[in-house]
């Protein structure tokens, strides 16, 4: 979607940070997260409070069952998804993958956020939606799709993942309508040396700031899902 | 003072303070502080975005500068990595890019501070360049780099300009102002020359005619106070000589380096410094979202933030990928353009001196 003319980033920001203020008091929360692949193996840091499993590895893993025994406590479905009941009712956290392109209509990114406000007002189980770039994100589209995000998904939780929009675009969705990041955190960065010379792993201290800059009060989630403000 | 009151001063075009400053870099409100760059980006450039055609050229990564911050330079010529491009492999470089077609408006050459070459090297390079296409903008060697001139080949920085002018030089990019502070260049780059050093090449440069850039590398050892002072004096020689054309905020890439323990700045740290920049220097026209450095979403959101150029097509980076830049090496044209249309700009192709060759819509009318 190109940026239409008559679209006002800045209202968009600021609305949405609003929004951010009013139902969670200001706070962001941050998440270290790994996630389940279809060989069984895990991918992020061993330490990591969520254990993040797709609906798309669901069958390759035997279910949902299976894969909370191996130590998913969070499951990414598609909207409507039938996945999203069961896992509810297994006590699995779980999150809506929401897709956009940047260069989709505007009539068909407007559409598909009215049904996911509707699908989340008949499920208020489900906790929060993960906006997911098809293609290469773009960065102010990004920032005006999480706004519009922000605005059509009353109190769920406006997921961002940092594997997928990097930490500098991923933070600044803190200030378009984002209140929780997601992403490879842990206590203790190795050096930038070597073949870690490109990890994407930040510190708890590192998510902190990310948040703090962002003008919102630092929150950890923590493994029975309870958050603690910094 | 408050924030609505900076933005009074703003709107009036009154220049700001120290102080002011200031506030805007501890503003907790990056929205707002993006709103009134915007402003002023608008009120300058409207919707237009530039980007030029270019190519990038390092003569030599030998350096006997030992800054904290490259991931670029090498100590020695027989070290590992290092090297020393011919004049001859210089030239088939942008041969090439003419043979293909997508000829360049303007070669950017940087480098190290290599102690054994002689400036003969540097003339004949200038003047290969120039032969081999002479509508081509030339765009080289740092501030840096001249001040080691001047004391490697015991020239005035006059005379090292004015010779290198002969040969075909065109122009000055911005780079090695890091932080124009004593204490940070002591620490992460004490093999320098000074900030004042830094500044009178630049000074000297513009009275001979030669227009410039001008930079900032932030986000290692500096205080928000040092930020400050560095914008202050580059408004302060623009207000002087007017020869600055635009002003690049570089972040520091902490990969491959001695301060790889060091955090890069955060995407909202790199964005407050495009407002604030675009505040406090009122007086260069130009704020340029350097896309091999940024990150092509941080660029193109930097759009809204104050900068009005994405710099070039490129091809051949190396210092920041050296130093962890996950960027292309290089755009086309027209993936330039597209990038800053899905941003709501407007794309103008333009030459070094920011002469509009043609906007895309107008190129693609032809």
């Not at chain 2, 010779?163 to 260049?185: C, F, H, K, N, Y």
């Not at chain 2, 044209?333 to 941003?343: H, Q, V």
Request: glycine residues 8%; charged residues 25%.
């Amino acid at each position: 979607m190109t940026l239409a003319p008559d679209l006002d980033i800045f209202s968009l920001g600021r609305d949405a940070l609003a929004k951010v203020r009013t139902l969670f008091d200001g706070r962001a929360c941050f998440v270290s997260a790994r996630r389940l692949q279809v060989d069984g193996s895990w991918l992020g840091p061993a330490e990591a409070t969520c254990g993040l499993v797709d609906e798309e590895a669901l069958q390759a893993r035997g279910g949902l069952r299976s894969a909370q025994k191996a130590g998913a406590n969070t499951v990414v479905c598609n909207q409507d998804s039938a996945v999203a009941s069961e896992a509810l009712a297994l006590g699995l956290r779980v999150l809506v993958r929401v897709p956009f392109a940047a260069e989709e209509p505007a009539s068909q990114r407007r559409d598909r956020l009215e049904k996911l406000a509707d699908a989340l007002g008949r499920s208020p189980g489900i906790d929060g939606v993960l906006p997911i770039p098809v293609g290469e994100a773009q960065g102010i589209d990004t920032l005006a799709f999480f706004a519009a995000c922000r605005q059509a998904c009353g109190p769920a939780h406006v997921v961002v993942d940092l594997e997928s929009f990097g930490h500098k675009l991923g933070q600044l969705c803190l200030s378009f309508g984002a209140d929780e990041i997601l992403g490879s955190i842990v206590a203790e960065r190795a050096l930038r040396l070597g073949a870690r010379a490109s990890s994407n792993e930040i510190t708890r201290d590192e998510a902190a700031l990310l948040v703090r800059a962002s003008g919102l009060v630092p929150c950890e989630r923590l493994p029975d899902g309870k958050v603690l403000t910094l | 003072m408050i924030f609505s009151d900076v933005a009074k001063k703003v709107r009036a075009g009154d220049p700001l303070s120290a102080d002011d400053g200031l506030l805007l870099y501890r503003h907790p409100s990056l929205v707002e502080l993006a709103a009134l760059a915007n402003e002023v980006r608008e009120r300058l450039h409207g919707q237009r975005t530039y980007f030029n055609r270019n190519l990038h050229i390092n003569p030599t990564n030998v350096c006997v500068a030992r800054c904290k911050l490259c991931s670029f330079s090498r100590r020695a010529a027989d070290a590992e990595g290092a090297f020393v491009l011919s004049v001859d492999d210089a030239v088939a470089r942008l041969q090439a890019r003419l043979r293909a077609g997508d000829a360049p408006t303007e070669v950017h050459l940087v480098g190290g501070l290599h102690d054994g070459l002689p400036f003969s090297y540097f003339l004949e390079l200038l003047a290969a360049l120039k032969a081999a296409a002479p509508g081509i903008s030339l765009k080289a060697f740092s501030a840096v780099e001249i001040f080691f001139f001047h004391r490697t080949y015991r020239m005035s920085v006059e005379e090292i300009l004015r010779r290198l002018q002969a040969a075909g030089l065109d122009s000055l990019p911005g780079g090695g102002a890091e932080i124009l502070s004593s204490r940070v260049r002591k620490a992460i780059c004490p093999g320098k020359c000074s900030a004042d050093e830094w500044v009178d090449v630049h000074r000297t440069a513009h009275r001979l005619g030669i227009k410039s850039n001008c930079t900032m590398m932030f986000g290692t050892v500096e205080r928000l106070d040092e930020r400050v002072e560095h914008l202050l004096r580059l408004r302060s020689l623009q207000a002087e000589t007017g020869g600055f054309l635009a002003f690049i905020p570089l972040p520091f890439h902490p990969e491959n380096n001695a301060l790889g323990d060091h955090p890069a700045p955060t995407g909202a740290e790199i964005l407050r410094n495009f407002a604030v920049a675009r505040l406090v220097l009122g007086n260069i026209p130009h704020l340029k979202a350097y896309w091999v450095s940024l990150g092509l979403d941080t660029a193109q959101t930097a759009l809204w933030f104050g900068a009005d150029d994405l710099d070039g097509t490129v091809s051949e980076e190396k210092i920041y990928h050296l130093a962890g830049a996950r960027s292309p090496q290089s755009l086309t044209p027209a993936a330039m353009a597209r990038m800053i249309r899905a941003a709501g700009r407007i794309p103008v192709e333009r030459d070094t001196l920011y002469r509009k060759l043609s906007t895309r819509e107008e190129q693609e009318a032809m």
